[in-house]
């Protein structure tokens, strides 16, 4: 009978352990086993960001990564970036900037975005549209989520 | 995905020993930005395995050292990401940087490795012409020691390449770039970002004096297997690094590829991209050589 | 890429409100920027089970068997159905809804093919496991015996002599009769006006041109998703993303052979739809795998699933044919569509016939449409379903009329316009437009008189026209103590719609418009409401919200009545206060009138249930800026403008944010999106890699203008704006790309490679 592997992580700065079949991704083991469903299924195949987390430092899909190579690491999710003092300014520029419309792209974008201004704080137009590249929005175009990034980061710094 | 059993060896021994246990049932496993997909939707071109072999703990294939003299060696298991924020490699090589900032984006990135794309062995894969530009050795290990490929030699077909079922690859090493020494790599594709290439050209020249005294060529997606244009590289020797030279030898290259058509692009366009791509990353390539900076974007 | 300078621009707003034209921050805002909302694959019921669907492999074949036993003895499995467990189909018995008339055993074999099947990815069986993993595996397990047939790829082809059917006992629809031969032309529409011979014969200048565009997909980040529990007291109860919750809820309930009312929809937020959650996919597979195993059973589809066997938009055939004066004066018009509607009958070619020719009055008109089956996925609808592929054609052809005769393609236009009381050649006459308005905006914005330098660049135009719709829908609000109300309504939010009926409402009372809680409540806590699409939400269940304010209003009058002792008729109630005509000391803030509400007859509530019929039609335009690279083809959008008729925008925000999120679906469908197909009628690429969608690194910022010609048909004048952007883009594109290479694109996607080919046939 296959047995699975006991996974110890930090999310969102907690402890937190949990069971899963070495072919579970993380993104199956935030979802269904956690149950943090802030991340999103758009794909499975890292072709559209939904499913980004933010691992050891670096915005990943979480679709490509094993529950079980999680071992030891850090992650943040989209449930981690708000603080119980209020919402981070990335999320308070996108609802002041109207950059969502259906919202299920919005927590990649946001998890991907916090980890672009806290490394270049003050980014071009240009570089906010490659970094963003890897998450995919069907309804906006994209026009109101680069101008929250850019309010975001006049916040911010 | 079908049942797989996951370990992580600590030390390149314990790895090759898994792998002589396990052979073609076992798979090393790196960024996972392809394997995993793999397993999902294709799992009988990795040869179905019940065993993936987790490369990130073993020290070996996570080296990132470079010195101007000794050169770069890449553990096969390093992600982009490490490669291009190294601001010495960045320095030193920025025409690997071109490939490592391509792939994918930030979130690949962060994940992938240039080896595992190596090992991945499609032939539209964005290191390798890459790689070959810049002579590129690979260090394979196996039950009976190590072995050296030269990049140009490691892939053998569509998803094939040198390494026996209890071999791995370690790392890459490239030579201490010479005085003078350009390269470049760039593809084509339809998108700005995200795309496997239609098709891409990876060269390299170096110069003395405004004449060029080597040169290397190779293409993506234009055979089945990343394409060495020797002679194409042959043709600029002992040529000035002008127009006229760039132009025969992006020809050469052009008639060199052998495309097929399949839904990323036809025959007849891809042949007509290797020419302006050779052309464009030439052109580069001599910049750079001559101490120009352009970036990889 | 260029930024422009970002002011929300709004031309000829004719009124001005408290509320509407405002921009609060939206209700569900805080859930979605946190990953609390719940959308279709979030929160799942305890117990619940996975369901995978086993799927052809091939695009036309018969079935000869199907053995599920190894899958049943798969450790993990609890069920596996076919279409066998579906009730039997009479052979004529129908199910009639918004997407229009079907028969049942189609509805039936198309989610569980018993027979044949008609397209690669067309559902066999399906399996409910403890994890979809073991699912997945059970589905590999389960046999099935095909006799492949040839596949039928294109409308033309469908509708050659001799052509394989897909079905027996399809006949051509045609002016009212059906045809006595089975046929793949499901029906034949024509629209006349004037006399088309003639008007050619006064035409000095035609031009006639053929088009195809491929199939694509609306590309919703979300994949459809579904949980349903099929309970011990014979209800069935799905929990789904979907923007239609009645009409799914009443063909699953018609597939399954219940009545509607013993199925509950609860629709979860929902990750995008743009017409293409409409209809159940999912569902009735889970439902008939909920009832043997007497668990909730969860499906969600994978991004394969989704582009191969949900419901693209169709690829198409079409021809123009238009004939116009040396001064310009557009004569005649002719349009040949034929669309493919994939497996089953039912493509937007009815709606593109409608668009084509819209913008514009012309005397003369034909327009013949063919509705053709096809093998692949049957088509649902995207965003203006139709109206694109025909403005591709139609617009690329006003421009080279612009071109030929020398006047500017916005003058072109102008000089044609459709105006308050033109005819379309489908019938109706427009009541008050704004294509004249939108088309001035165009001219008058600064991006259209911009230089653009530079080799290999050019600048391209294109208008469209879509009619939105209106259709039944319900709201209820209450009055809290607090002055608060709560709105309840049945419209998913897939664009800011409920922040957008909040503020109607508020607008009504004179209140603020976070002083109203909007939810979207399912199908047993609200009145039938038509789904969210036909950019229809703002106007029709926005008028339900309307009726359902006014109601309270009149309530509250009368409440301030009884409490002040005086006439009815004495007060009014405006802007939040409610006073008292003759005494000016009668006076209620809304806040202070709630307070008094318990305890002098109660708390207050107030429905809206409407069919509204003043659905305004709308026009919309692009200007866009290329450049194309002459060595491979591929083209950079550098600047975009989109200007459109909204009639009055409720939520500016929104509105604009629909004219962005448009336009950046019509440049991917006009550059790089299409259904590649294999010779045996294959979807090749079913990933995101392949069906390439822009990403930001592909578009600018899209500049937008929101021109408000007042509906007269809605209390605050507005006209549905979901739709409409996504009709220029191809043609404006095409016209750019005209002026920037020298070259005139007849096929779409306009991607480098065809751009290349064509380059090279034109220098040959």
């Known amino acids: 009978m296959p047995t699975k592997t006991h996974v110890q992580t930090r999310i969102n700065g907690e402890d937190v352990e949990f069971l899963s079949e070495p072919r579970q991704s993380l993104l199956e083991c935030l979802r269904d086993v956690i149950g943090l469903t802030g991340s999103k299924e758009g794909c499975n195949d890292g072709n559209c960001g939904a499913c980004t987390v933010n691992l050891d430092g670096r915005i990943v899909d979480s679709c490509l990564v094993l529950g079980v190579e999680a071992q030891g690491s850090e992650i943040l999710t989209i449930e981690g970036v708000a603080t119980p003092a209020g919402l981070h300014p990335i999320q308070t520029a996108f609802l002041e900037n109207a950059a969502l419309q259906c919202g299920i792209c919005t927590p990649g974008f946001i998890v991907a975005s916090k980890a672009l201004l806290e490394a270049e704080p003050n980014p071009s137009e240009g570089r906010i549209r490659l970094w963003l590249a890897g998450n995919l929005c069907r309804c906006t175009g994209y026009d109101k989520i680069v101008r929250a990034v850019m309010d975001a980061a006049g916040k911010m710094s | 995905m079908k049942w797989i059993d996951f370990v992580q060896p600590q030390t390149l021994d314990e790895a090759i020993k898994i792998l002589g246990e396990n052979g073609a049932n076992a798979r090393m496993l790196a960024g996972g930005t392809d394997l995993l997909v793999l397993l999902r939707v294709n799992p009988d071109r990795v040869n179905n395995p019940k065993l993936v072999v987790d490369a990130k703990a073993i020290p070996e294939l996570n080296e990132l050292s470079y010195s101007p003299g000794s050169g770069l060696t890449l553990g096969a298991a390093v992600p982009c990401y490490k490669v291009y924020q190294n601001k010495e490699i960045a320095a030193a090589y920025p025409g690997l940087i071109d490939s490592a900032a391509l792939i994918g984006g930030i979130q690949i990135q962060g994940r992938a490795s240039i080896g595992g794309n190596l090992c991945n062995s499609t032939p539209s894969a964005d290191t390798i012409p890459d790689l070959i530009a810049h002579s590129v050795t690979c260090k394979i290990a196996g039950p009976n020691g190590t072995r050296e490929v030269a990049v140009e030699d490691f892939c053998t077909g569509p998803s094939q390449n040198v390494l026996e079922p209890n071999e791995l690859l370690v790392s890459l090493h490239f030579p201490a770039p010479p005085d003078n020494f350009g390269a470049r790599y760039i593809r084509f594709i339809p998108r700005n970002e995200m795309d496997i290439a239609v098709a891409g050209a990876g060269v390299s020249v170096t110069l003395d004096n405004g004449t060029i005294t080597s040169a290397r060529v190779a293409l993506a997606s234009v055979a089945p297997t990343p394409l060495f244009v020797e002679e194409a590289g042959a043709a600029l020797v002992g040529k000035p690094a002008n127009e006229e030279s760039v132009q025969e030898a992006a020809n050469i290259a052009r008639d060199a590829a052998k495309p097929i058509s399949d839904m990323r692009g036809t025959m007849e366009y891809r042949t007509h991209l290797c020419e302006v791509l050779t052309r464009r990353a030439l052109t580069t390539a001599i910049t750079r050589a001559q101490g120009g900076v352009v970036d990889a974007h | ?377 049957k088509t649902a609808a995207y965003r203006a379903p139709g109206a694109t592929n025909a403005a591709f ?251 459109q008729d909204a009639g009055k925008a409720i939520h500016p925000s929104y509105v604009e944010g629909q004219l962005q999120g448009g336009t950046a679906q019509g440049i991917g469908w006009g550059l790089n999106e299409e259904y590649f197909m294999d010779p045996e009628g294959r979807m090749a690429n079913s990933t995101l890699l392949d069906y390439r969608m822009p990403i930001a690194l592909d578009l600018p910022m899209i500049d937008t203008v929101i021109v408000e010609v007042a509906n007269p048909g809605h209390p605050f004048g507005v006209r549905g704006v979901g739709e409409v952007n996504i009709i220029s883009p191809p043609a404006a594109l095409a016209n750019a790309l005209h002026r920037a290479l020298d070259v005139r694109m007849e096929q779409l996607p306009m991607s480098p490679g065809n751009i290349m080919e064509a380059v090279w046939k034109k220098g040959k």
């Open chain 3, 1 to 377: 890429m260029t930024t422009t300078a970002y002011e929300p621009n709004v031309v000829l707003a004719t009124e001005t409100f408290d509320v509407v034209g405002t921009r609060p921050i939206r209700h569900d805002g805080t859930d979605k920027v946190t990953g609390r909302a719940e959308y279709g694959s979030d929160g799942q019921p305890v117990s619940v089970l996975y369901c995978k669907i086993l799927r052809s492999p091939h695009a036309h074949a018969r079935i000869k068997s199907v053995d599920t036993s190894k899958a049943e003895a798969l450790d993990g499995v609890k069920a596996v159905v076919t279409g066998k467990d579906f009730p039997s189909s009479p052979p004529d018995e129908e199910w009639s809804g918004t997407t229009g008339t079907f028969k049942l055993k189609d509805l039936r074999e198309h989610r569980l093919a018993t027979k044949k099947v008609l397209y690669k990815g067309h559902p066999v069986a399906g399996v409910a496991a403890v994890n979809q993993h073991v699912a997945q595996e059970a589905i590999e397990l389960i046999d099935v015996q095909y006799e492949p047939l040839p596949p039928i790829m294109t409308a033309p082809q469908g509708m050659a002599k001799g052509a394989t059917l897909l079905h027996d006992d399809l006949f051509t629809e045609e002016a009212g009769e059906k045809g006595d031969t089975p046929s793949n032309l499901a029906s034949h529409l024509q629209y006349k006006k004037g006399d088309i011979e003639k008007g050619f014969a006064e035409a000095d200048v035609i031009i006639e041109r053929e088009f195809n565009t491929a199939t694509v997909h609306q590309g919703y980040i979300e994949p459809h998703s579904c949980t349903v529990h099929w309970n011990k007291d014979g209800k069935v109860h799905i929990w789904n993303s979907t923007q239609a919750p009645f009409d799914v809820r009443d063909m699953t309930a018609g597939i399954l052979g219940l009545s509607s009312t013993d199925v509950r929809l609860t629709p979860k937020e929902i990750g995008g739809g743009f017409g293409g959650k409409w209809e159940p996919y999912g569902e009735p597979i889970c439902a008939l795998l909920s009832k043997k195993t007497g668990r909730p059973v969860h499906n969600a589809l994978t991004r394969a699933e989704e582009l191969e066997s949900t419901g693209p938009t169709p690829g198409s055939y079409i021809k123009v044919k238009m004939g116009i004066t040396n001064e310009g004066k557009m004569v005649a018009a002719q349009g040949h569509l034929a669309y493919e509607a994939g497996a089953y009958l039912g493509s937007p070619v009815d709606p593109g016939a409608q668009c084509i020719f819209a913008p514009y009055d012309i005397p003369n008109v034909l327009i013949d449409g063919y509705d053709v089956v096809v093998n692949k996925p």
């Open chain 3, 393 to 643: 054609a139609s617009e690329t052809v006003v421009d080279e009329f612009a071109e030929k005769l020398g006047i500017d393609p916005i003058e072109l236009r102008l000089l044609n316009a459709a105006k308050e009381g033109t005819r379309r050649a489908d019938g109706p006459v427009f009541p008050r437009v704004g294509c004249v308005e939108v088309l001035e905006a165009m001219r008058d914005h600064p991006h259209y008189s911009a230089p653009l330098e530079g080799p290999n660049r050019g600048r391209g135009v294109a208008i469209g026209f879509w009619f939105n719709v209106g259709l039944q829908s319900a709201a209820n609000m209450n009055v809290n103590g607090d002055g608060t109300v709560t709105l309840t309504e049945g419209s998913p939010d897939i664009g800011g719609s409920r922040v957008g009926l909040a503020m109607q409402g508020a607008e009504v009372l004179g209140i603020p418009a976070e002083d109203v809680h909007p939810s979207v409540v399912d199908t047993d806590q609200i009145g039938f409401t038509a789904g969210s699409g036909g950019s229809r939400v703002t106007f029709a269940t926005g008028w339900a919200v309307y009726e359902a304010a006014s109601d309270i209003k009149r309530q509250l009058i009368e409440r301030a009545a009884l409490i002040w002792g005086v006439d009815a008729g004495d007060i009014e109630m405006e802007k939040g206060v409610v006073q008292s005509k003759s005494d000016p000391d009668l006076r209620f803030t809304f806040k202070e009138l709630a307070a008094e509400l318990d305890g002098s007859g109660g708390y207050v509530s107030g429905r809206g249930a409407v069919d509204p019929k003043g659905e305004g039609g709308a026009f919309a335009g692009l200007i866009v800026d290329v450049e194309a690279d002459p060595d491979t083809g591929k083209v950079q959008v550098l600047r975009a403008t989109v200007v």
